[in-house]
């Protein structure tokens, strides 16, 4: 029998927080590392060591030992100390996209600076992988994965085998199927054991070839120095197996030398059964998902299309700035970060780093609206300028959401052509005292307007014909008008649908354009919640507790524009898990439900405030009865959309006959990015999560969509649960009261009916621009000083509507940003539909020198023809696909 050999691979696994915080995390790196280091230097035998994949670990010990650059920079070059690719190990399901993407780049960046990094995408502890993440490692030049997680021994027979994603994109995978820490602990008193027992010897079997891979390291462990002299006594005793210092690298390419068959398996792998992949981790401190959804929406589809447009206009991009946010971002995106298993002294690190990114990316977008805004001609004599700013690619008509301030109680607002501009005010308030005393003048011998009152104004203005990727200017008039919402019955209507709000608070729905009739809609679902930071689990005795039993207060007030119904319950609950196995209500959970029917959307819009102060150990939901009976949900993943299994059902037959052999069961709660939708040939039914994405399709006919508000718990770790049996996952002594969020929430969301199949209704589509409000700037002279800051003045010769490029709107805008590395921009794109190709193109309004198709490392792989319409065509991108250009001027 050939002699089989053994690739022992020094690491650590390093979170930079946990239940602990960042700050302690560094401060054992600083030794750590440091030792590593010397070790590598000066331990003959000892010649290798991988920092978790974690450039974040290198830059976090410079930063406090600046002086150990040069010997770290020549560690690496000679593949001594194994660093990258990524900034952070990331989660991949809760994280978006964009920030897969850029958090690759940065990783890369940063150990590029030190020599080079390991071109594997290795996630160790990720819980699960993502369907995106073939196509993503193949756009970074990565041909070749290393992980844990997602898959388990009935989907595949051996360690090694073929990944193929959503997209059809493919990489070799090297599975570590018993976790990265099996060689971590290593008992000298059974070294000629070790591989005949378990986890060695399932994992000699699994393997496909003579090379086996044998990870020596733990959660945040040092470098075993010993480890040379360990390996010789291994080998003193197995001789059937040659053990030797390893890279992950160099263990793949032994592999590949020996030429395996290998099976192939497909899609996003979340299989439970041997690993936990902790599915229902999605909605663990539901405040923290919620800002981590706003705020990648945000960075994406308002703040770098705003900066790209601001350089056009003389405005500097800020670079550094924005990378700064995204590091932030990066931090918050570690599995466990953004998991939410933390503790709570953790939790709050993670939620001031949120605050620091929404802080610096709002400001960034308001002084660069303000510099636009600025330079724009005035066509009218109107003193005060409201200028409407589009970050989509094209066209839009929108009823826009805007607080502002205005002289009078009546005004108007027109166009350049002094149309007038329909708008509904909600609320308005004489706020002339505060914001009168604000303006500072740096000359104040220099006439400007100020008025003698102010009225703060909460209002929605339909905007018409906002040019994509660009912006029309409106103006604040004297002549006399005034929309206020008045009262009505408890009915909406707009040319898409007619809503009746029932007595109990449940909304019966008629899509105009079939006539169907959907009832039962936006129920909410309130249970007990027995599971912990890692995992959603029922209570052992639950009570389920429906909107429909509680007393409501049902109001609703319309206008020619817009139609927005309250509904208030006075939720009655068990206060906890106890009371709530004995049956006793003793708690008030006041809950406000407010929906909103614009006339031009067939997007129902919900936001639902609860007052969460007296409720420990529970969940809400929102239920929403589609009358489609389906085996799968579509649904978005990073780039593109997939279909899910609404139930596992051969892995439920497996679970059920076999529950102690699995780690965690295989529910069918799963997430989303933007939309979740049931479909059949003639409706599809889509519903658009703003802050938690988990959802559950139900009921016996699977036909009903379970959208999860929030959900609470009191522990980072508990044993035995009904959907995890077993151990304590985390730390069972950690309590975590302010996962409990006993505080008020607010959580927003959409649904659309349509009469098309999915592929016909442009789901996608909608989502992107429900997630993508137009900006609107509100310009005058009295506002300049403590209000928004004084700023010198500028020429005017803007054209009042401006539009930088345009798309036919097929293919899902991703992003438009400032180049990585050169002087032009990125514009990334994918194909949303779920199986039909998509043909584009792009039309700039001023004709790039270059335009080049670019990978995900932003090198080019083709230049692109621009033809006389200054246009570039974008034809045939299949399902799931991304494209990315490069542009420069």
Request: proline content about 3%; some cysteine; overall charge negative.
């Amino acid at each position: 029998m050939d002699s089989k050999t053994v690739h022992v691979f020094p690491h650590t696994h390093w979170d930079r927080e946990w239940y602990f915080t960042t700050s302690r995390s560094k401060v054992y790196l600083l030794k750590d590392l440091h030792d590593v280091i010397n070790n590598l230097e000066s331990n003959n035998g000892y010649d290798r060591f991988i920092l978790d994949g974690q450039a974040s670990l290198v830059e976090d010990y410079l930063n406090w030992r600046p002086q150990d650059r040069l010997r770290i920079k020549q560690l690496v070059i000679d593949n001594k100390l194994i660093i990258g690719p990524w900034f952070t190990q990331t989660d991949q399901f809760v994280i978006s996209g964009e920030s897969i993407v850029r958090n690759l780049q940065c990783g890369m960046d940063v150990c590029k600076e030190l020599g080079k990094y390991m071109n594997v995408g290795y996630v160790p502890d990720s819980f699960g992988q993502e369907s995106s993440m073939p196509q993503i490692y193949k756009g970074f030049g990565i041909d070749d994965a290393m992980f844990w997680r997602g898959v388990s021994d009935e989907d595949v027979k051996h360690n090694e085998y073929v990944w193929k994603g959503e997209d059809g994109s493919k990489v070799n995978v090297y599975q570590i199927p018993c976790g990265y820490y099996v060689g971590g602990i290593i008992d000298e008193t059974k070294l000629g054991d070790i591989m005949h027992e378990e986890p060695f010897k399932s994992i000699v079997n699994r393997s496909t070839t003579n090379q086996v891979a044998f990870p020596n390291g733990f959660d945040q462990a040092p470098a075993r120095k010993d480890l040379p002299e360990v390996i010789k006594k291994l080998n003193e005793e197995n001789s059937e197996f040659n053990f030797k210092v390893s890279s992950i690298e160099e263990y793949i390419a032994a592999v590949k030398n020996e030429h395996p068959e290998l099976d192939q398996i497909e899609g996003e792998l979340t299989n439970g059964k041997n690993m936990r992949i902790h599915k229902s981790i999605y909605s663990s401190r539901s405040d923290i998902k919620k800002l981590n959804t706003n705020l990648q929406y945000y960075l994406v589809n308002i703040l770098e299309p705003v900066l790209t447009m601001g350089e056009q206009f003389g405005v500097d991009y800020p670079n550094d700035a924005v990378k700064d946010i995204w590091k932030l971002m990066f931090e918050n995106a570690a599995h466990d970060s953004i998991g939410s298993c933390v503790s709570d002294t953790t939790n709050q690190d993670i939620s001031m780093r949120y605050k620091q990114v929404r802080d610096i990316s709002t400001s960034l977008v308001e002084v660069t609206l303000r510099q636009i805004s600025t330079q724009i001609k005035n066509k009218r004599t109107e003193p005060i300028t409201l200028t409407a700013f589009n970050t989509l690619p094209i066209n839009r008509t929108s009823l826009v959401e805007k607080t502002f301030y205005v002289p009078e109680k009546n005004f108007s607002i027109v166009d350049d052509d002094g149309n007038n501009v329909p708008f509904t005010i909600e609320s308005i308030k004489d706020t002339s005292e505060y914001i009168l005393n604000q303006t500072i003048q740096l000359n104040p011998g220099k006439k400007i307007y100020k008025p003698d009152h102010i009225y703060t104004v909460k209002a929605y203005i339909f905007v018409k014909d906002v040019p994509a990727m660009g912006y029309k200017q409106l103006y604040l008039n004297e002549e006399k008008k005034n929309f206020a919402l008045s009262n009505g019955d408890n009915t909406m209507e707009n040319k898409f649908y007619s809503i009746s709000i029932e007595d109990n608070g449940s909304l019966t729905i008629t899509n105009k354009a079939d006539g169907k009739v959907y009832s039962n809609q936006g129920i909410l679902e309130e249970n007990g919640d027995d599971g912990d930071s890692f995992n959603y689990s029922p209570a052992k005795k639950d009570m389920v507790i429906y909107s429909t039993d509680q007393s409501n207060k049902i109001n609703v007030k319309n206008s020619d524009l817009m139609s927005i119904a309250s509904i208030h319950y006075d939720f009655k609950l068990p206060k906890d898990l106890n009371e709530r196995a004995d049956g006793t209500i003793s708690s008030d959970m006041p809950v406000d439900v407010r929906i909103q029917l614009d006339n031009d959307s067939s997007l129902i819009k919900f936001s639902v405030k609860i007052d969460n102060k007296h409720v420990l150990d529970h969940r809400l939901c929102a239920d929403f009865s589609t009358g489609i009976a389906s085996k799968f949900s579509i649904a978005d993943q990073q780039f593109g959309t997939l279909k899910r299994p609404v139930y596992r059902e051969e892995a439920m037959k497996l679970w059920s006959a076999n529950k102690d052999k699995w780690n965690e069961k295989p529910i069918s709660i799963e997430t989303c990015q933007s939309f979740v939708s049931l479909a059949n040939n003639a409706n599809t039914f889509s519903v658009l999560p703003q802050g938690v994405r988990e959802y559950e399709i139900i009921d016996n006919e699977y036909s009903t969509i379970r959208l999860t508000l929030f959900r609470t718990y009191g522990m980072m770790g508990k044993v035995d649960l009904l959907y995890r049996p077993g151990r304590a996952s985390g730390e069972k002594v950690i309590a975590t009261p302010d996962a409990e969020l006993l505080k008020d929430m607010t959580f927003d969301f959409g649904i659309a009916i349509t009469d098309k199949d999915f592929e016909h209704s442009n789901v996608a589509n909608m989502a992107k621009d429900f997630d993508t409000s137009i900006q609107m700037y509100e310009y005058a002279d009295f506002l300049n000083g403590r209000l928004i800051f004084e700023l010198d003045d500028v020429d005017r010769t803007q054209n009042s509507n401006y539009s930088m490029l345009h798309t036919n709107g097929n293919l899902i805008l991703s992003t438009l940003k400032k180049a990585n590395r050169r002087s032009g921009y990125i514009a990334r794109f994918y194909n949303g539909n779920l199986s039909n190709n998509i043909d584009d193109s792009i039309t700039f309004a001023n004709k790039p020198t270059r335009v080049e198709r670019v990978d995900l490392k932003e090198d080019k792989i083709e230049e692109l023809d621009v033809d006389n319409s200054n246009s570039v065509s974008l034809d045939g991108i299949s399902h799931a696909k991304i494209v990315t250009l490069y542009f420069e001027y």
